[in-house]
T-cell receptor, first 113, second 114 residues
């Protein structure tokens, strides 16, 4: 019940295209949904995050869409660039206790020039 | 600010050897975490510490011990390394509070157990 399922495992998109990564969860005790971006050899870094009281959040070319009833959320990268090539992790935070995050399995995104 | 630092960057151990992974943060954060990252499995929480002097088990604590030495430092110890512990280990820290939710990650330690 504490799992977050992420798909696809890998994704190849042409430069200028839209990259879409999906996540689903079961536990309604999650109250915060961040996306982390990780470049090879580096630690993950927060990219964008959303709370369940809104359905969409946009920051530049990155948008999170959130569907509370379906328990799904997704990351959209508009006008994808080669510099966006990285591994992306969705995550969810439990309401109670320390800020424990449950991570999805990760998506390796490659943007072809 | 250096953020979150980890040492060593790389380590090769033989089965049964022990070692300690070091982590330090200079952001005055209360909470610190240890994760392992394996292909296709995302980041899994090993242990976390909500404040100095407290530690709690995460999803995959078996085979590991931790010490929250002070507010800055949080170490992870493998007492008797096994090949299944070959992984990339990340330390992270975060502030407390309903608004400040960001976890800041270190650069990682790549551990191979032969």
């Amino acid at each position: 019940q504490q799992q977050v399922k992420q798909s696809p495992q890998s994704l190849i998109v042409q430069k200028g295209g839209i990259s879409i990564i999906n996540c689903a969860y079961e536990n309604t005790a999650f109250d915060y949904f961040p996306w982390y971006q990780q470049f090879p050899g580096k630690g993950p870094a927060l990219l964008i995050a959303i709370r369940p009281d809104v359905s969409e959040k946009k920051e530049g070319r990155f948008t999170i869409s959130f569907n509370k009833s379906a328990k799904q959320f997704s990351l959209h990268i508009m006008d994808s660039q080669p510099g966006d090539s990285a591994t992306y992790f969705c995550a969810a935070r439990l309401i109670q206790g320390a800020q424990k995050l449950v991570f999805g399995q990760g998506t390796r995104l490659t943007i072809n020039p | 600010n250096a953020g979150v630092t980890q040492t060593p960057k790389f380590q090769v151990l033989k089965t049964g050897q022990s070692m300690t992974l070091q982590c330090a943060q200079d952001m005055n954060h209360n909470s610190m975490y240890w994760y392992r990252q394996d292909p296709g499995m995302g980041l899994r929480l090993i242990y976390y510490s909500a404040s100095e002097g407290t530690t709690d088990k995460g999803e995959v604590p078996n085979g590991y011990n931790v010490s929250r030495l002070n507010k800055r430092e949080f170490s992870l110890r493998l007492e008797s390394a096994a090949p299944s512990q070959t992984s990339v280990y990340f330390c992270a820290s975060s502030e407390d509070g309903p608004i400040t939710d960001t976890q800041y990650f270190g650069p990682g330690t790549r551990l191979t157990v032969l």
